[in-house]
């Protein structure tokens, strides 16, 4: 059965409270049940990781080398995080990186992602079904694609 990491960076445990008119009403929780939801249906093993700190999101990358691929919603460390970047590099495990809103209608600020280059793609704006897309198309990959530098 494959494996799927699933990241959410800073501010993301807030989602729910944290200004819902552009990142909705569904809490951290509602997003990762809907993700178990789907996951246990394609028949997907899925594991969450939320940190506020850019270090423990580097470290769990680093040591996620058995995963089949990681979603990953770097959140504000998207616009920031050559750490992050270089980390998902590191690893050889496909990724997808993940939006609830739409960057490239905001701030000038969030249209840059210091990750999508390192990502097989990137899904923005779409709320959580960027999640369940991400999660439907890494559960497809060809399983020797995944493992193609390990
Ligand atoms: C976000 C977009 C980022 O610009 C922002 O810093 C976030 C959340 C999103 O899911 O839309 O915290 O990654």
Not at 19 to 32: C, F, H, R, V
Not at 35 to 60: R, T, Y
Not at 77 to 89: E, Q
């Amino acid at each position: 059965m494959k494996k799927i990491l699933v990241i959410n960076g800073p501010n993301l445990n807030m989602l729910g409270m944290r200004e819902p008119e552009i990142y909705g009403s569904l809490t951290l929780a509602d997003i990762q049940n809907k993700i178990l939801e789907l996951a246990n249906q394609i028949n997907v093993k899925v594991e969450f990781f939320q940190s506020n700190s850019e270090g423990k999101i580097i470290d769990k990358i680093c040591a996620a080398g058995d995963f089949d691929g990681i979603i990953i919603n770097a959140a504000a460390y998207t616009h920031t995080s050559i750490g992050i970047r270089d980390a998902l590099a590191a690893v050889s495990v496909e990724a997808i990186e993940v939006h609830l809103s739409n960057i490239y209608r905001r701030e000038s600020f969030r249209h840059h992602s210091y990750i999508s280059g390192v990502c097989i793609g990137q899904i923005a704006g779409l709320g959580v079904d960027g999640y369940l897309f991400a999660l439907r198309k890494l559960a497809e990959l060809p399983k020797e694609k995944n493992e193609k530098c390990k």
